[in-house]
Nanobody
Framework: QVQLVESGGGLVQPGGSLRLSCAAS????????MSWHRQAPGKEREWVAS????????NYADSVADRFTISRDNAKNTVYLQMDFLKPEDTAVYYC????????WGQGIQVTVSS
């Protein structure tokens, strides 16, 4: 079955960096569009970035476009989100998702940006 497992979250100071990873299994990873979403306390889940198969083109939300980078390693069935110049408003639970006729979600991982 489809499994998505996020890792790499934690507490970081404003201006710092984190790299999230999402290990995928149960489907053909290399031909699947992968995305990251996030949900801040009291807010709806919002889309952050996508990497689109088969050419690995990328799209970003305006709020992160000049600070975050999505990438993938098809040999490791893993998608990454490099987050630089983090701001307190980036604090949220981050979710990895795979689009396979419908969206599949990981369990989410907490990212807290605070001094």
């Amino acid at each position: 079955q489809v499994q998505l497992v996020e890792s790499g979250g934690g507490l970081v100071q404003p201006g710092g960096s984190l790299r999230l990873s999402c290990a995928a299994s149960g489907f053909t990873f290399s031909s699947t569009t992968m995305s990251w979403h996030r949900q801040a306390p009291g807010k709806e889940r919002e889309w952050v970035a996508s990497i689109i198969s088969p050419y690995s083109s990328t799209n970003y939300a305006d709020s992160v476009a000049d600070r975050f980078t999505i990438s993938r390693d098809n040999a490791k069935n893993t998608v990454y989100l490099q987050m630089d110049f983090l701001k307190p408003e980036d604090t949220a639970v981050y979710y990895c998702s795979a689009w396979i006729q419908r969206a599949y979600w990981g369990q989410g991982i907490q990212v807290t940006v605070s001094s």
